[in-house]
């Protein structure tokens, strides 16, 4: 019997594994697949996530830092920069990899090639079932990510309002070239996708380019994309990969009797950026910590309910307002545009948001004095 069992090795997985270990606890973390392995995803690694992080990054990991932004929205643009980084950018092989290498460190036991098929809550203790065996544990993580059904043993799957669709390629190109049209700035392409936008994010020697937008508005993803790589310059054969992500700040159940939910499995994702790896990483991290207090310190299995708090008061408002700025940016992309073309520090501010030098809250607040004038100068104006 395992204190803890946890599903997945991603990001949310192995911080759990990580935290859990360091406090003690008898833990498995199963992973499907062997690592390194591919996860599609535009890189951008947040400096709050960073700040989540109880260690250093190698440098290796870092492939570029970003500094500034540069808004697309048919052939107009708008670039704004800070003096500071920002997010840094990694290939998620190598930083997934490595993360894992750090929950090894803590001494928990890691199967990876080991796919969980079932999970199942009973009164006294949680079964995880794999090909290779059967295995139980007092408390479960479900950190398998946004595809995968375990986590429906706790909430419904998510319908087509509450999830986007991605899909994201690497293009290939030279070191130089790309700090030569890049450098430090990371490109948003505006009104190319319903309820989302497309990606140029310039990595050490490809670019991720991608594009998502919300599953029920968003149809033939595919050929969004290949129209999308074509208008920027990008006309070879590339492979592409699509991908599910959670819309943020959406009430979900995340724990049930023995199971808790982290990362992408709960829906923890900002739905303006797609920004999903902050919170992957606090909530595994809080979930360990969770159940470490029930099995180390004697708290009462009660206290399972305390994660859902603890996610709460870290970033829930901040999600809650995320899915209502992208709501109002995504439906409305060229109004959103045409503000920030007239006021740049609507842009500006929206790397302090990154950068968590201000919350989605404040920055929301913030917009809804500044719009006003621009009405006005349009009204004046026109
Ligand atoms: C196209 C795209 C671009 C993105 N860009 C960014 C970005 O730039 N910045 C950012 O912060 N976020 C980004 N995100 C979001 C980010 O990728 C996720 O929020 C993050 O990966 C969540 O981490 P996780 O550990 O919860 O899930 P995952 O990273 O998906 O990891 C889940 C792990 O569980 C394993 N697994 C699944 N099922 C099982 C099973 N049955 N048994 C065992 N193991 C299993 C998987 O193999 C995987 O390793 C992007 C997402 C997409 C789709």
Redo the contacts with the bound molecule.
């Keep these: 019997m395992y204190d803890l069992i946890i ?8 911080s759990a594994g990580r935290r859990a270990g360091k406090l003690g606890l008898n833990t498995l973390l ?4 062997e690592f390194p ?1 591919y ?8 400096t709050r ?1 960073i700040s989540y992080l109880d260690f250093e990054l190698p440098q290796y990991i870092i492939e570029r830092e970003v500094m500034g932004l540069r808004g697309i929205f048919k052939n107009r643009i708008i670039e704004v920069h800070k003096d500071h980084s920002v997010s840094s950018l990694v290939s ?1 092989s190598a930083f ?1 990899n490595f993360l894992l290498k750090k929950a090894r460190e803590t001494k928990i036991e890691i199967h990876t090639g ?4 079932s999970c199942e809550e009973k009164s006294e203790f949680v079964e995880i079932i ?1 090909k290779k065996g059967t295995y139980q544990a007092k408390f479960a993580i479900v ?6 059904i ?1 986590k429906t043993c706790v909430r419904p799957a998510d319908d087509e309002n509450k999830y986007g669709v ?3 390629t690497e293009v290939l190109a030279n070191e130089d070239e790309i700090e030569k049209s890049f450098g430090s700035v990371v490109e948003i392409h505006f009104g190319v996708a319903d309820g989302g936008y497309g990606w140029i ?1 310039p990595h050490k020697n490809y670019y991720s380019v ?1 594009i ?1 937008g919300i599953a029920k508005d968003f149809p033939r993803p595919r050929e969004k994309i290949h129209k999308f790589l074509i208008n920027n310059g990008f006309t070879g054969d590339y492979k592409l ?1 699509g ?3 959670p819309l943020g700040g959406i009430k979900r159940k995340i724990s049930g009797s023995r199971v808790l939910l ?4 709960a829906g ?2 900002d739905a303006v ?8 990483i606090s909530s ?1 991290q809080f979930a360990a910590e969770v159940i470490a207090g029930i099995c180390r310190r004697g708290g009462n299995i009660k206290d399972l309910s305390k994660y859902e708090s603890l996610c709460q008061a870290e970033f829930g408002t901040h999600l809650k307002y995320s899915l209502i700025s992208s709501k109002l940016i995504h439906r409305f992309p060229e109004l959103s545009f045409n503000m920030a073309i007239d006021n740049r520090e609507i842009l500006s501010k929206s790397l302090d948001v990154v950068n968590s030098s201000i919350d989605h809250k404040s920055y929301f607040y913030w917009s809804l004095k500044v719009c006003p004038l621009f009405f006005l100068r349009k009204f004046k104006l026109g």
């Design positions: 599903i997945g090795g991603g990001p949310s997985g192995a199963l992973e499907k697949e392995r996860k599609p995803c535009a890189g951008g690694l947040s996530a998620r997934d080991e796919k969980v098929l794999t950190a398998e990510g946004a595809h995968g375990l991605c899909v994201v994010f991608g998502g990969k991908h599910k992500i982290s990362g992408d499995a923890f994702v950026s797609g920004e999903g790896l902050a919170y992957a595994g």
